[in-house]
């Protein structure tokens, strides 16, 4: 048996936290490799750091380096803490040249580059401290980054998807010979080794998929991602307080919530682990005992009308006008190659007669409508409807049971949001629809309160 077990930043947050999760992963006496997200924080202060190199050569990286010397001084032994320090130094010095680098590339794809790049940093930083961590409390637990676990990327910078074969050949040559000899490997998650050598990052939140990528390739029987949260719940704890945690899950109603707002699990983490049929389980580092939720092919069908609802705000509808849109099959490929291209997100396609809508991040907007207006000879008009967000309402029988879509949209009357668009039939297990983001979160409440309860 061989086990996953990924750590988000919160589980590595602190020395306090490192060290718990330390004692969970010596706890575990199956064979394992770990996965480990940056502390909390530190991605958000790579990119803050970006922003001042922008225009400044030389960045302050004190306090970064003091956070990690701060963890790591509360739990190592002095011995390991002598040999630690230079290992992160080396670290952080690879930051301060990654940071002169991306000062001086020019605007355009090298500056993506650099951006992922310099992103990635903090899960090289986190590993080897908690591989240290480890080490001083006994276990024998090796830092490896992705390049020398073997993890490969293809696509895109800021939205890289792992070569699942390569990778697979790349981990059972380097990191299941270390798990053979009794060591537990600490790899860095959130990044793999793009097709140019340099590191291309899987999306904000992507060490989820680098846990579920790296049980694919090792063909382990499980992933585990350890989190802040009991498990994977009704809704966002944070804004349905007395959200309860679901004990089993399918394949498909994860994938469909993480898409689509969850932010549990980044939405890639589950394709990985469907392929080769292993199990993901979402668990509480802060409550190792708890039950955590179980995510498999299928399960027993509950009963209920609504399992679990999640919400992406910061939506946009874009709408492009053509007459008779419907009668131009190829009309409808070069509008949706252009609204689409460079790596834009879509979240739903409808169409009409002369229209056809497609809701995407506010963000990715102007480059979309900027490429459509290129098109001038077959658009007519294109509108832009910002400030909406997407509700994912999951269920049994969501779609095959009468009367269900009318009583959801009963409730977003009731919580006085007009509904802007609609994706239903496409999947088999959730409804979609966008309002505004003004009632988004009215909305989930709502539907949580009357159809799955306080
Ligand atoms: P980590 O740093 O461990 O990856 P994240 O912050 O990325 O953790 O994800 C955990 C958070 O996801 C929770 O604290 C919770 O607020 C949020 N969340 C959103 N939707 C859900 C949901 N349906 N179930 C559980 N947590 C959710
Ligand atoms: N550290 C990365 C992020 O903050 C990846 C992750 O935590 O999963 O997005
Ligand atoms: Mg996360």
Redesign the pocket.
Known sequence: MIKVMKF????VGSGAMMAKTADIIMHERARKAVVV?AM?GVTNMLIAMMKEAEQRQEADLQALRQKHIDAAQATMTPELLDRYVPQLDQRVDGLREALRSYHAAPRGHEKKVWYDIISSWGERLSSLTLAFILRSKGCDAIALTSEEAGIVATGLPGNGTADLYTTSINLKARVLPAIGRGQTPIITGFYGVGPDGRPMTFGR?G??YSGSVVANGLDADAVEIW???DG??T????IVPKAKTLTVMDYNEAAE?AYFG???LHPRTIEPARKKDLEVWVKNSFNPDGEGTKICRLRQPSGSMLR?V?MKKDLSIVKVYSGEIVYQPGLVNRILENVLADGVTTYAISTSLSTLAVLMPSEQVSESVERLRALKDDVEKVEVKDNVSLICAVGDGMLQTCGVSAQVFATVADAGANVEMISEGASDVALNFVVSNERAVDVVVKLHQRYIGD
């Not at 988000?8 to 589980?11: D, I, K, L, V």
């Open positions: 988000g930043g919160t589980s997200s909390s939140g060490s989820d989190t802040d949260v994977f719940m809704a966002d704890p944070r919530l969850a932010k549990v679990s999640a």
